[in-house]
């Protein structure tokens, strides 16, 4: 807290005409100072809550940053700062999310990391902005995205980080050069990329750490790891990420590596940029494939049975840009004439029938009756994973090779299937290589 001093000052009284030249004017008065208390720390401040900059430590690898969040409504707030702007030029992540209570105070910290920054010369902090968002107890925005500086020191000299990478993407407002790696605990190396935001909106990027290629491969036993960061328009960041065995997590040396780069803006769809990393020895070349727009799911309806008994479609969830199967849903109608029941279907005989679905991801759910069938509905999940292809054939929904199984789609006459609909080849055998997790609905 300072206090602005404000001095009154005050008129000499001067001695009148004809008096005593030996007389001496009134003494003056000493000025009166009062105080005004003024907050300088205070960053933000309306009629919902104030947020004052309490404090940021010494730590030039991880300095620690300290606000005061007071609300003055009579419900809870919500806060986030999407995006930490250093020096006017760098994103960096935020981690400033917090609810406050009805008329309360709390204190909030958010660590940054400047490892990155230390490495490539930077290690001084003259500025530090963020981008505030404010919503009330319901959700609903009472601020969005507005620029507070919460820190600055104005006598403190900015070393500019110079990129030393090639640039080797550019297009649509994005540019991104490979800025070499860093080596952090047990040896591994991050690998640096530079992100630099010249569209007209704010993007969030990241790397996508579901699906990547080591060696030529699908990885099944790496871990990709890899921050989500922000970047405002005008403004660039240092995006990292590092391949580390995925039980012991300890560095994993690899000759090529793909991934893909998710940049997304907010309004339009997910663009995913293919990266390719060639090692050799201590120097890694990088180069970037066409850019993908995330699409909707395919889907494809197949009769797989008709009898007296019952009717049984497959729909078959395909993702193009992924190359992968992501899903089945099977939907019986089962006739009413030929004995079914809705309690049929809740018994204990009915629930052994099906217990050869105990070790796949499934929910089963029993539609509405209808005058004449009970449908009954099994939805499959997470088919990228290879144990649950492998279940499936066992069932017999689908098979990795010719069956003589008549109530079977097989899987290269799906994949004929979508090639006929203008969807693309697929190679079957990509299926037994596949190791991903995805949430499809």
């Not at 000025?31 to 300088?40: A, I």
């Not at 991934?259 to 890694?284: C, F, K, R």
Request: hydrophobic content about 35%.
């Amino acid at each position: 807290m300072r206090k602005l001093p404000v001095f009154l000052c005050m008129a000499l009284l001067m001695a009148g005409c004809g008096g005593n030249p030996a007389e001496t004017s009134a003494p003056s008065e000493t000025p009166e100072e009062t105080t005004e208390e003024v907050d300088s720390d205070v960053i933000y401040s309306d009629n919902n809550l104030s947020i004052r900059f309490v404090d940021i430590d010494d730590n030039s690898s991880y300095p620690e940053i300290k606000l005061e969040v007071t609300n003055q409504k009579e419900e809870e707030i919500g806060i986030n700062i999407d995006a930490l702007v250093l020096n006017d030029e760098w994103a960096m992540n935020s981690y400033f999310h917090e609810t406050i209570p009805a008329k309360e105070t709390i204190e909030t910290t958010d660590i940054m990391d400047m490892e990155i920054f230390n490495d490539k010369g930077l290690n001084q902090i003259s500025k530090l902005q963020g981008y505030l968002t404010i919503s009330d107890s319901e959700y609903n925005t009472l601020l969005e995205k507005e620029l507070i500086t919460i820190y600055e020191d104005p006598s403190v000299s900015v070393n500019h980080i110079n990129s030393s990478g090639t640039i080797f993407y550019d297009q649509d407002g994005v540019s991104i050069s490979y800025e070499g790696s860093m080596k952090i605990r047990s040896d591994v190396k991050q690998y640096i990329f530079l992100v630099s935001n010249d569209t007209s909106a704010f993007i969030d990027v990241s790397f996508d750490t579901d699906i990547f290629k080591v060696n030529g491969e699908y990885a099944s036993e790496q871990q990709l790891n890899s921050p989500y960061i922000t970047i405002p328009v005008g403004k660039k960041a240092l995006v990292t990420t590092e391949i580390t065995d995925d039980k012991t997590y300890e560095p994993f040396a690899f000759e090529s590596a793909d991934l893909w780069l998710n940049i997304y803006d907010g309004n339009n769809p997910s663009l995913y940029i293919p990266i390719h990393m060639n090692a050799e020895e201590e120097s890694v070349s990088v180069s970037a494939g066409e850019p993908y727009t995330e699409g909707e799911l395919s889907e494809i309806t197949y009769v797989s049975q008709s009898t007296d008994t019952f009717v049984e479609f497959l729909t078959f969830y395909y993702d193009p840009f992924y190359n992968r199967l992501e899903g089945i849903v099977d939907e019986a109608k089962y006739y009413k004439s030929a004995g079914y029941t809705k309690e049929f279907f809740e018994s204990e005989e009915a629930k052994e029938a099906l217990s050869i679905y105990d070790d796949l991801d499934f929910e089963e759910t029993i539609m509405d009756e209808t005058d004449t069938t009970i449908d009954v509905v099994w939805i499959f999940r997470d088919l990228a994973y290879p144990e649950n292809l492998k279940q499936m054939h066992e069932i017999g929904y689908i098979t990795l090779a010719d069956s003589d199984n008549p109530s079977a789609l097989n899987a290269e006459a799906l994949f004929q299937l979508y090639e006929d609909a203008g969807m693309g080849k697929i190679d079957p055998s990509e299926y037994e290589e596949y190791h991903l997790h995805t949430d499809v609905y």
